[in-house]
């Protein structure tokens, strides 16, 4: 039997293992866990969570919600890990507990029925940013005005309690990245790939921010130029691939 048709046989029997060019599309359900491997991986890589820190849920439809569990590293999880809950957080399967940030993401799913995946994590610039009280809302970098926005800062509150959720809810309707006071910083979008890569922009933003504030003279753009940069945005990336 050849090397490659023995490896071709493997792969209908070990659906957990993805191999380098064996494109065996995988059910949804299991397309879902392992983007949440992935992206907490690419998380915990990029130095976004240390230990157990963050959290990561995909909406799965109308009713359910895959959502990391609680108190495991997001750089180590596997597909089988994963919880899956409706609405109202009732556990629908899994053998861990969810996230004990669970009320926080079934908030914004609540809230904003086209957002289609939670990520939460606590970078280190814009935690810092967070936790001294600063939100990150000034106009200072075109790219971000086009693609991410001003992010606010809502007020602190225990992580994992109902007041959290209160806390973030007056900005989730018109924001997509909200630094959490003293805490950290969660970010969302119609998939898992954009509420992930609105946590990098947060982060990179966060530097930005920082470094200009320490030269000392940061500029923040004009209304005139604002105005342009909103028009940019309404087409920017309907072309990207
Ligand atoms: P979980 O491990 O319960 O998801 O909590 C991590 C965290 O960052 C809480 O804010």
Do not use: W
């Amino acid at each position: 039997m050849s090397y490659i048709r023995k490896i071709l046989e493997g792969a209908t029997v070990l659906p957990f293992v993805r191999l380098p060019f064996v494109s065996k599309p995988l059910s949804p359900e299991l397309q879902l866990r392992q983007d949440l491997v992935e992206y907490g991986r690419m998380l915990h890589a990029q130095g976004f969570v240390a230990a157990t820190d963050g959290n990561l849920s995909v909406r799965m439809d109308q009713d359910r919600v895959m959502i990391t569990p609680t108190a495991v590293s997001k750089g180590m999880m596997h597909m089988e890990d994963m919880v899956i809950v409706d609405l109202e957080g009732e556990q629908l399967s899994g053998s861990s507990r969810p996230s004990s940030e669970i009320n926080m993401h079934l908030t914004i799913y609540r809230m904003r029925p086209e957002i289609g995946a939670v990520v939460h994590a606590h970078p280190c610039t814009a935690t810092a940013f967070a936790s001294a009280g600063m939100a990150l809302d000034e106009p200072l970098c075109s790219e971000v005005v086009i693609t991410l926005g001003a992010v606010p800062l809502a007020p602190y509150a225990t992580t994992g309690t109902r007041e959290l959720s209160d806390s973030l809810t007056p900005f989730i309707p018109d924001h997509n990245a909200i630094l959490m006071a003293n805490h950290g910083v969660v970010t969302y979008g119609t998939d898992l790939r954009q509420a992930y890569l609105r946590m990098e922009a947060v982060e990179h933003y966060a530097k930005i921010v920082l470094a200009a504030r320490q030269l000392g003279c940061s500029r923040t753009l004009d209304e005139e130029q604002l105005e342009k940069l909103v028009a940019v945005r309404s087409t920017y990336g309907k072309n990207a691939r």
